[in-house]
């Protein structure tokens, strides 16, 4: 007998997508929006996959309820609303629909600096109040000014392209995007110094983590240009929403348009007493055109998933077919891990990734496992949202060149990835492998040979191999309070003139604790690593 899937719409869906659950054979779909976190607790358990957009939270406690849950699927591309980690300790595969409003988010963030810059909402309220203020209402032209794009993935390159048809100068800031892209696609890449120094408009292409957030502060606003026109589509929180109400007051800033914001709906917010704001609620991605395209994406990435074992756009798990994926996922799980590591100990801006992959590896194709890597190495870094169908991509906007090579010649253990990154400041390189069927392990770093388990927070403190280097590190972190899962030491060949201590603690390490330690003796460098 046929298996019948059940999945539950949770929040208002494109008749299209609804329309292909109901055609699609084993499939049962139960629309249920507008439900209470507790209702939908009550309500999930025996779905097997949950659509959702924006107003749902997939919190922990939710994915705890949801014993039968395999996939959750985001009509649209943030993922805010999703805990992502709980989702991947569970094992449930977490997708979302990347490419289906890109046009109509880039075509509102152009409609927003439009409308601000000839102030139409002004215009439209004075009207209806019955007044005619022509010369209060004066307006800008947009021809000759130049654009600033803080961010240059899919969303930034349309409104650059739009606007260059606006006959505006674009320049772009993006650190993580090769220079020669952007200048490829006639635009101009600047520092972010030179963006606030020569913008004339601003405009947000960033998502929300953790070093955008607050991005567009005082001190940012202190070195833009006088009268700055500031437009933020993308996500809330990454403008500092008290100080753009004083750069807004004092006339530094000359006007903001907001489509985002911290908290949403943002209630009594200050910033909504200013007429040099404008402002929608979360609109940009709502088009007719747009609910379609991410409501039938959606729809057809469940159906493949649930009843194929095939994943698309999944942010935790690369895109491969079900009896494969089982066979790969101990690799993929060390390939991300070897790849996190990697983002953390870089410096400079990376230009090449070598992956080897030594031994028996019973025949399986890996570039599954490549791309697993690159998405563990570029998360961290870059702007775009990064998963397992667009990090070749990414690598690739952003000059790097990848390489694999596969050696089926007998190495110290019976399978071994190896992955050398170059930047413009040199070379790192990690090898892993598994243990047993499941395990991996980090074997080496750059000369050091080790056996570490690459989970939680760990200490790689690089020292001179003087006598009492292990016993002062434990004290210090004991004093500290802080509590050791774990110790390794990872070894050079001769001569072993220094050596490197692998300290897993159970929490990410306090910052004065890393500078504590930095400053003992014979200790040459202290970098906290999480995975």
Known sequence: MEKTWKVLVSDKLGEAGIKIFENAPGIQVDVHTDLTPEELMEEIVPYHALVIRSATKVTANLLAAAK??????????????????????????????????????????IAMMMALSRKIPQATASLRAGKWEKKKLEGRELMGKTLGLLGFGKIGSIVADRARGLKMKVIVYDPNVNPERIEQGGFVSVSLEELYEQADYITVHVPKIKKTVGMLNQDAFARMKDGVMIINCARGGVIDENDLCEALKSGKVGGAALDVFAVEPPGDSPLLAFDNLICTPHLGASTREAQTNVAVDVANQIVAFLTEGTIINAVNAPSVIGE????????????????????????????????????????????????????????????????????????????IRVSESASAEPCDFINLMTVRVTTTEGDQTVAGTVFGKTQPRIVRVNDFRMDLAPVGAVLMILTA??????????????????????MTIGQKEEPADTSLILVRTGEAMPDAVVDKLRKQDSVMSVTPVLF
């Open 465 to 486: 191999n003087k006598p009492g280097d292990i016993g002062r590190v434990g004290t210090l972190l004991g004093e500290a309070g802080i509590r050791i899962a774990g």
């Open 68 to 109: 039968n849950l395999k996939v959750v699927g985001r009509a649209g591309i943030g993922l805010d609303n999703v805990d992502i980690p709980a989702a991947t300790q569970r094992g449930v595969v977490v997708m979302n629909t990347p490419t289906g409003n890109t046009i109509t988010t880039a075509e509102h963030a």
């Open 324 to 399: 494969r994926l089982k066979k790969l996922k101990p690799y993929l799980d060390l390939a991300e891990r070897v790849g996190r590591l990697q983002a953390q100990i870089i410096h400079g801006k990376l230009k090449e990734v070598t992956v080897e992959y030594s031994g028996d590896f019973s025949g399986l194709q890996m570039e599954p496992v490549t791309t697993s890597l690159l998405n563990g190495l570029l998360d961290p870094l870059v702007t775009d949202t990064v998963n397992a169908v667009n990090a070749p991509a990414i690598a690739q906007e952003m000059g």
